[in-house]
């Protein structure tokens, strides 16, 4: 990997980490998440309409990305309205290839190797003690169980965009329109779920939920772009490092606090998810 990839793929982990950061300081979370849904399904259709159109056995795969992707958004969003980023957010992050992992090996018949294998306990030893570190430490409970939510779903869409991606054999086109599905999936589950007030948002919030969805855009996209310019394990090891991004940002800038258990945890996930990916 080329220093200059390798600079870019750290620059779309801080991406992805401040995005969830603005999400998490602003008024209604779920409000947050509509905003960035509806800034990445407009550059998502932008995109898709400027690229070949999807073949029709392609549109079941995209339909299905764009629901699992509001679960994902919905989940997320209740997430960080019971718990801190720094703790929601390496749960979120660090359990969804442990699920892709196990997804694999029990539904698949994919073989594990020895490095997926001890990936899998630290990740599961370090998704444990950040947990239990909510319990501990007083903290809403409600945050794991939508955390880890959050994270089956970032498995599910993630091994559904993989499928469909190959099958209709243009990634960014198949991104492009799986965000654009999301928006129009997004925006009636969360009336539904809240009520019409949560599409209602200062001008300050419009501002950060458009800053944050063009982030969350911009981050996926250098991410597909350095696959094709280095090993997809290398680049995917490397992203995760947006968890201890996450955490440095809630620690320093939101002022959460920071335990030893809090801050093992983090680098067991992040050592774990490396694991599984080189």
């Not at 079941?60 to 509001?70: D, F, N, Q």
Request: glycine letters at 12%; charged letters at 10%; hydrophobic letters at 60%.
């Amino acid at each position: 990997m080329s220093l200059a990839v390798f600079l870019w793929v750290l620059a779309a982990a801080l991406l992805h980490a401040a995005w969830n950061a603005m999400i998490k300081t602003g008024g209604s979370k779920l409000t947050g998440m509509f905003m960035v849904a509806l800034g990445n399904g407009v550059l998502g259709l932008a995109v898709g309409l400027a690229l070949p159109l999807p073949e029709a056995e392609i549109w079941p795969w995209i339909l299905a990305s764009g629901a699992i992707r509001m679960a994902y958004l919905l989940f997320l969003g209740l997430a960080y309205e019971h718990g801190d980023l720094s703790r929601v957010y390496p749960i979120a992050r660090g359990a969804a290839p442990l699920f892709v992992l196990l997804a694999g090996g029990l539904l698949l018949s994919d073989v594990l190797g020895g490095n997926e294998l001890a990936g899998i306990l630290v990740l599961g030893a370090g998704i444990l003690l950040m947990a239990q570190g909510a319990f501990a430490s007083g903290e809403s409970r409600r945050l794991v169980p939508f955390a880890v939510g959050s994270a089956m779903a970032t498995a599910a869409y993630s091994i559904v965009d993989g499928i469909g991606a190959r099958q209709m054999g243009d990634a960014i086109a198949f991104t492009g329109w799986a965000l654009a599905a999301t928006a129009l999936f997004y925006t009636p589950a969360v009336v539904a779920l809240k009520g019409r007030a949560v599409l209602r948002a200062d001008a300050r919030m419009w501002v950060s939920g458009n800053v944050a969805g063009l982030a969350s855009y911009l981050a996926y996209t250098i991410v597909v772009w350095a696959m094709t310019q280095a090993p997809i394990a290398l680049v995917t090891a490397l992203r995760e490092t947006s968890i201890l991004f996450a955490v440095l940002i809630g620690w320093l800038l939101f002022g959460e606090r920071m335990s030893r258990g809090k801050a093992l945890a983090a680098l067991l996930i992040v050592g774990g998810v490396a694991l599984t990916r080189l």
